[in-house]
């Protein structure tokens, strides 16, 4: 009974325990804003979107398109920011009496950059007819430039209607889109200088006297209408505020080296009573800001000293295989509570991509190969794949893979196959010369034996003749006489023959004179 009690007890402990991965997931930041992105500028990865892709009215943050297209004229070298520019008759178009102004006035005269301070930092519409006549020698033709470069960076729902932002139904664009513009505009310092101007003092013009200019965004202004708000780490960029598009803000914000680019689109603005409002846009935005900085850090999701994968090796002197490693560490910006085993690798080895083997030497730190970091499907991060050792050749196997190379070539094999043909019949005719050598040399052996023999017998014969003890026809056996005789010849002539000096050993042997080589090739 205990032990049943005792495991009700853990099994209870699992469920309920705040250690449970279910309990530990990093909960969603609370927005009240119609459509956000929080991205992280160094990779551009979102790390939090709430529908990022609606469709939604810009307002004032327009004015971040109409001030990059001026500040990408001037690095062009097309205009400088020092060009006096003078406010024509068109200087009211498409405009509201009680829209956000800097008091510029038909034939007044300023220099470009102070009418993009006065766009950027004032929120001047009349600034924008300005800047847009200017750069676009009228202002339908730069609408027409802000269209075609919202299309360059890959805005996909956005169209402009005006420079300024002001509402119109066709003047449009969504959350996602204007992150790629702010993500374009932040990348120039200029851009970076001007939106993150709290205050700026701009000097008298031709018909104006010094104006105070102080930012509409109370994350970097203090003193800003929009009081309450200042959040240290933030850095530019535009505020916007319409009836239709709610309260809008696009910002930075840089801490412990993580670097944030948020867009927050149809803020509400709560009334607090008294006259005091909150406003969502930047209460939603610092929220946003806090989260990621809590809940986020970079974590290495691939160390450089990690052993990938060990890859076979032909000819090394002392190895059969040498290990990979990544080239360089790899870091992304991650939930703190991460689990970095959901994370997928793609792994390509050169060697076994080609079909090649590969061979010693290898040097380390020699790339071998590359490596994919995969976050639910999409990559995080690449690197190289290097050798983590040294493996130096070794001369055997060396020698005997260039003695294969040349085996292996055509021409080389047809002459080692004709030298082996050679060499198979040379043994041939060695062995025949042999046999037939062989084959004489026991007929000449006959032949000396029978030479041997007749001789024994004559002297035999010659021994009798010459100690008298054989005459004419008498005492002589019949068959001793007929085998000396075999040619019909009398006994007196066989006793001259015998009479007369053996010299047959001094004679040469003519069958031992036979060229037996001349008689095989004759066969």
């Not at 001047?124 to 020698?137: L, P, T």
């Not at 509409?216 to 209408?225: A, C, E, R, V």
């Not at 029978?450 to 021994?463: Q, Y």
């Given at each position: 009974?205990k032990?049943?009690?005792?495991?009700?007890?853990?099994?209870?402990?699992?469920?309920?325990?705040?250690?449970?991965?279910?309990?530990?997931?990093?909960?969603?930041?609370a927005?009240?804003?119609?459509?956000?992105?929080?991205?992280?500028?160094?990779?551009?990865?979102?790390?939090?979107?709430?529908?990022?892709?609606?469709?939604?009215y810009?307002?004032?943050?327009?004015?971040i398109?109409?001030?990059?297209?001026?500040v990408?004229?001037?690095e062009?070298?097309?205009?400088?920011?020092?060009?006096?520019?003078?406010?024509s008759e068109n200087?009211?178009?498409?405009?509201?009496?009680d829209?956000?102004?800097?008091?510029?006035?038909?034939g007044?005269?300023?220099s470009?950059?102070?009418?993009?301070?006065c766009?950027?930092?004032?929120?001047?519409?009349?600034?924008?007819?300005?800047?847009?006549?200017?750069?676009?020698?009228?202002?339908?033709?730069?609408i027409?430039?802000?269209?075609?470069?919202?299309?360059?960076?890959?805005?996909?729902?956005?169209?402009?209607?005006?420079?300024?932002?002001?509402?119109?139904?066709?003047?449009?664009?969504?959350?996602?889109?204007m992150?790629?513009?702010?993500?374009a505009?932040?990348?120039?310092?200029?851009?970076?200088?001007?939106?993150?101007t709290?205050?700026?003092?701009?000097?008298?013009?031709?018909?104006?006297?010094?104006?105070?200019?102080?930012?509409?965004?109370?994350?970097?202004?203090?003193?800003?209408?929009?009081?309450?708000?200042?959040?240290?780490h933030?850095?530019?960029?535009?505020?916007?505020?319409?009836?239709?598009?709610?309260?809008?803000?696009?910002?930075?914000?840089?801490?412990?080296?993580?670097?944030?680019?948020?867009?927050?689109?149809?803020?509400?603005?709560?009334?607090?009573?008294?006259?005091?409002?909150?406003?969502g846009?930047?209460?939603?935005?610092?929220?946003?800001?806090?989260?990621?900085?809590?809940n986020?850090?970079?974590?290495?999701?691939?160390?450089?000293?990690?052993?990938?994968?060990?890859?076979?090796?032909e000819?090394?002197?002392?190895a059969?295989?040498?290990?990979?490693?990544?080239?360089?560490?790899?870091?992304?910006?991650?939930p703190?509570?991460?689990?970095?085993?959901t994370?997928?690798?793609?792994?390509?080895?050169y060697?076994?991509?080609?079909?090649?083997?590969?061979?010693?030497?290898v040097?380390?730190?020699?790339?071998?190969?590359?490596?994919?970091v995969?976050?639910?499907?999409?990559?995080?991060?690449?690197?190289?794949?290097?050798?983590?050792t040294?493996?130096?050749?070794?001369?055997?196997?060396?020698?005997k893979?260039?003695?294969?190379?040349?085996?292996d070539?055509?021409?080389?094999?047809?002459?080692?196959?004709?030298?082996?043909?050679?060499?198979?019949g040379?043994?041939?005719?060695?062995?025949?010369?042999?046999?037939?050598?062989?084959?004489h040399?026991?007929?000449?052996?006959?032949?000396?034996?029978?030479?041997?023999?007749?001789?024994?017998?004559?002297?035999?014969?010659?021994?009798?003749?010459?100690?008298?003890?054989?005459?004419r026809?008498?005492?002589?056996?019949a068959?001793?006489?007929?085998?000396?005789?075999?040619?019909?010849?009398?006994?007196?002539?066989?006793?001259?023959?015998?009479?007369?000096?053996?010299?047959?050993?001094?004679?040469p042997?003519?069958?031992?004179?036979?060229?037996?080589?001349?008689?095989?090739?004759?066969?």
């Amino acid at each position: 009974m205990k032990k049943f009690k005792f495991i009700i007890a853990i099994i209870f402990v699992l469920l309920f325990s705040p250690l449970s991965p279910e309990a530990s997931a990093l909960e969603d930041p609370a927005v009240g804003a119609n459509a956000v992105i929080l991205l992280e500028t160094e990779t551009g990865d979102v790390i939090y979107s709430k529908n990022p892709d609606d469709r939604a009215y810009p307002a004032s943050l327009t004015k971040i398109m109409t001030v990059l297209l001026a500040v990408e004229a001037c690095e062009s070298g097309q205009v400088t920011l020092y060009d006096e520019v003078t406010a024509s008759e068109n200087i009211g178009y498409n405009l509201i009496e009680d829209g956000s102004s800097a008091g510029i006035v038909p034939g007044e005269t300023m220099s470009l950059e102070n009418l993009m301070y006065c766009a950027m930092v004032a929120s001047a519409n009349e600034a924008c007819n300005v800047i847009a006549e200017y750069i676009g020698g009228t202002i339908p033709n730069f609408i027409d430039m802000m269209n075609a470069r919202a299309k360059e960076l890959g805005c996909k729902d956005t169209h402009f209607s005006n420079a300024h932002g002001l509402h119109d139904d066709n003047h449009y664009t969504t959350a996602r889109d204007m992150c790629l513009i702010a993500q374009a505009a932040i990348s120039h310092s200029l851009f970076m200088d001007i939106c993150n101007t709290a205050v700026k003092e701009i000097p008298a013009t031709n018909v104006s006297n010094p104006r105070t200019l102080s930012n509409t965004n109370g994350l970097i202004n203090k003193d800003s209408y929009y009081t309450g708000y200042y959040y240290e780490h933030a850095r530019g960029v535009k505020t916007g505020y319409t009836s239709n598009a709610g309260y809008c803000l696009i910002s930075t914000a840089s801490k412990d080296d993580i670097h944030l680019l948020c867009v927050v689109m149809g803020g509400v603005a709560t009334d607090k009573g008294g006259g005091l409002f909150d406003f969502g846009n930047f209460l939603d935005t610092i929220n946003l800001y806090e989260w990621a900085f809590s809940n986020f850090s970079y974590q290495d999701v691939l160390k450089s000293n990690e052993l990938i994968a060990e890859v076979p090796l032909e000819m090394g002197s002392d190895a059969d295989s040498v290990g990979l490693r990544p080239q360089r560490t790899i870091t992304h910006l991650l939930p703190n509570d991460m689990d970095m085993d959901t994370l997928q690798r793609e792994i390509v080895i050169y060697s076994q991509h080609d079909g090649t083997p590969l061979k010693a030497p290898v040097e380390a730190g020699s790339i071998l190969g590359e490596i994919k970091v995969l976050k639910d499907g999409r990559v995080i991060g690449s690197t190289h794949l290097v050798a983590a050792t040294s493996v130096s050749l070794s001369k055997t196997f060396y020698i005997k893979s260039e003695i294969a190379k040349v085996m292996d070539n055509t021409y080389v094999k047809l002459i080692f196959w004709a030298l082996v043909l050679l060499f198979c019949g040379y043994i041939a005719l060695v062995i025949r010369y042999r046999i037939l050598r062989k084959r004489h040399l026991r007929s000449l052996e006959a032949a000396r034996l029978a030479r041997d023999r007749a001789r024994a017998e004559s002297e035999a014969l010659r021994s009798s003749v010459t100690a008298g003890s054989l005459s004419r026809n008498n005492g002589q056996p019949a068959e001793t006489f007929q085998k000396i005789n075999r040619n019909g010849r009398s006994f007196s002539e066989l006793v001259d023959d015998l009479k007369q000096p053996d010299n047959s050993g001094d004679k040469p042997d003519k069958a031992a004179e036979r060229d037996y080589f001349e008689e095989f090739f004759r066969r």
